[in-house]
């Protein structure tokens, strides 16, 4: 009978013992709970005498610290200032530049269209086989011969400013090449000729000069004429 009762008092005391750890630990888990929330809650200043209000030094915060205390009420957005409707925002300024920047006049002046050379080139005309073949030459140098028409060459890098000499050497080729014996009708006749452009189609006025040979003549001929190139 002892040994039962000295087995439950033993049980009941470790129990008891059990029952004290929990709710002594429990009590420190709350008190620390509680430290911490109160430690950690932001401290708002008020103009002194506010009812309930304590100082710093009941709180035990220096004086020197009480800005960081406030840091949360400091940082909150300032709300912007409103703009009056029809009134302009002020703008930045840059320094270093000029508040009214023009662009700059182009000072170059456009350059004036250059004007095309003059042409100058030797056209044949008249009928075929007419008994003469005509070479010229351009201060001097051979160009080419004529014995038909529709036949153009350019020689304006033969030409310059100036006093010009164009050579006709007209050889007659015989009887042979020449359909239209003794008639003065048909004729074979090189031109020069000058203008914008080198072209069969050309005025009057823009022929500097002009040699016939005709189906009449027999003999060969030479003959020299100037112009004034530009």
């Known amino acids: 009978m002892s040994d039962k009762i000295t087995g439950k008092t033993v049980l ?21 709970f509680v430290g911490i929330n109160q430690k950690l809650a932001p401290i708002q200043l008020v103009p002194p005498g506010t009812a309930g209000a304590k100082t710093l030094k009941e709180l035990g915060i220096e004086p020197g610290k009480a800005d960081a205390a406030n840091t949360s009420a400091a940082s909150k957005p300032q709300p912007a200032t409103p703009v009056e409707s029809g009134a302009k925002a002020p703008t930045a300024k840059v320094e270093g530049k000029a ?15 250059k004007q095309e050379k003059t042409k100058y080139w030797l056209i044949s005309s008249g009928a075929d086989y007419c ?4 070479t010229v030459q351009v201060n001097g140098t051979p160009v080419d011969a004529f014995f038909g028409p529709d036949k153009i060459i350019d020689v304006t890098k033969l030409v310059h400013s100036g006093d010009n000499a164009v050579k006709f050497e007209a050889k007659a080729l015989g009887e042979q ?6 008639d003065p009708g048909y004729s074979v006749t090189v031109k020069l000729v000058k203008g914008a452009h080198v072209q069969d189609n050309y005025a009057a ?25 530009e």
């Not at 508040?99 to 269209?113: F, I, M, V």
């Not at 090449?177 to 003794?182: E, F, I, L, P, V």
Request: hydrophobic share 30%.
């Open 12 to 32: 009941g005391a470790i129990t008891d013992f059990i029952i004290l750890v929990l709710v002594v630990g429990g009590a420190g888990l709350g008190g620390y």
């Open 99 to 113: 508040d009214d920047q023009k662009p700059q006049e182009s000072t170059a002046q456009s350059e004036p269209k």
């Open 131 to 134: 008994g003469y073949s005509i």
């Open 177 to 182: 090449y020449n359909k239209h014996t003794g």
């Open 205 to 229: 006025k823009d022929v500097l000069m002009s040699y016939s040979r005709t189906a009449a003549d027999t003999e060969d001929y030479n003959e020299t004429k100037h112009f004034k190139g």
